[in-house]
Nanobody, 118 residues
Framework: QVQLVESGGGLVQPGGSLRLSCAASGFTFSRYTMSWYRQAPGKERELVATITDVGGTTTYADSMKGRFTISRDNANNTVYLQMNSLKPEDTAVYYC???????????WGQGTQVTVSS
């Protein structure tokens, strides 16, 4: 069955770094555009970054540009989010999403908590 399993979240001090991973299984990973979203308490889920299936083109939300980097390893069916210079406002549950631009099929992971606090 389809699975997206996020890992790498945790508690980090302001200015610190974390690397999130999302391991995919049950579908053809290389054919899916992958994204990271986040949802803070009391707020709507927002897009963080996207990497396309073909060409690996990346896009970022304005507040993450220069601090976050999305990447993918198609050989290992994994997408990553490197987060640097973390701020308390980055505290949220981070989710990965897979989207097929052919069929519009979408899969979501269960999320991983990131807390930025001193």
């Amino acid at each position: 069955q389809v699975q997206l399993v996020e890992s790498g979240g945790g508690l980090v001090q302001p200015g610190g770094s974390l690397r999130l991973s999302c391991a995919a299984s049950g579908f053809t990973f290389s054919r899916y555009t992958m994204s990271w979203y986040r949802q803070a308490p009391g707020k709507e889920r927002e897009l963080v970054a996207t990497i396309t299936d073909v060409g690996g083109t990346t896009t970022y939300a304005d507040s993450m540009k220069g601090r976050f980097t999305i990447s993918r390893d198609n050989a290992n069916n994994t997408v990553y989010l490197q987060m640097n210079s973390l701020k308390p406002e980055d505290t949220a549950v981070y989710y990965c999403k897979a989207l097929s631009r052919r069929s519009w099929t979408t899969y979501w992971g269960q999320g991983t908590q990131v807390t930025v606090s001193s």
